[in-house]
């Protein structure tokens, strides 16, 4: 059988172009992935430009450390998703990087959940871990969407999109502009 090598990134972009409602170039795509965050300027099938990435650590992955902190499971993005749920997410003021052009870093937001964590007693901890959730969750996804956005004014694309494990984050999915 012959060898077709495949970009795997470039795997959750063509998923777009998939029935029963592909999406056609061209397009702002952000791709979320426990291993990848990239916000990609789609021009064509086939052919996109990376505008910016993660500088450490990605969404999903953020999503997955932040989990284990909480004690939680795994995949920790859907068991964050799925507390968060009954949680306060303004409970807790979790900061969103600003780093340089369209990049990304979660980070500082892990080390602020891991302070968070280590501040409360044990009981305290119990009572609070869906606000700590929530508040995390909203933090993650505020920075993915503020990206998008100035990713999308910075192409001009009247459409955006979003691949990857992370786009089945329910509260991404409700803020997506």
């Keep these: 059988l012959p060898l077709v090598?495949?970009?795997?990134?470039?795997?959750?972009?063509?998923?777009?172009y998939?029935?029963?409602?592909?999406?056609?170039?061209?397009?702002t795509c952000l791709l979320a992935s426990g291993?990848?965050?990239?916000?990609?300027?789609?021009?064509?099938?086939?052919r996109s430009e990376r505008l910016g990435t993660t500088l450490d650590d990605a969404a999903g992955e953020a999503f997955d450390k932040g989990a284990r902190l909480l004690g939680l499971g795994y995949p920790g993005?859907?068991?964050?998703?799925?507390l968060a749920q009954e949680g306060d997410p303004t409970a807790f003021d979790f900061p969103v990087a600003r780093?340089?052009?369209?990049?990304?870093?979660?980070s500082g937001l892990k080390t602020a959940l891991l302070y968070a964590v280590r501040e409360l007693e044990?009981?305290?901890?119990?009572?609070?871990?869906?606000?700590l959730a929530a508040s995390y969750q909203r933090a993650i996804v505020r920075a993915l969407v503020e990206r998008l956005r100035e990713a999308a004014e910075a192409t001009g694309f009247e459409r955006t999109a979003v691949v990857g494990g992370v786009a089945a984050n329910s509260e991404l999915r409700v803020a997506m502009p």
Aim: no cysteine.
């Design 77 to 82: 993005g859907a068991a964050i998703d799925r």
């Design 99 to 106: 780093v340089p052009g369209l990049d990304f870093s979660f």
């Design 122 to 131: 044990t009981s305290e901890l119990e009572a609070r871990t869906a606000d």
């Design 18 to 27: 998939l029935e029963p409602e592909p999406v056609e170039p061209p397009f």
């Design 35 to 46: 291993g990848h965050t990239l916000l990609l300027a789609v021009r064509e099938r086939g």
């Design 5 to 16: 090598p495949v970009d795997h990134l470039e795997g959750h972009v063509a998923s777009l």
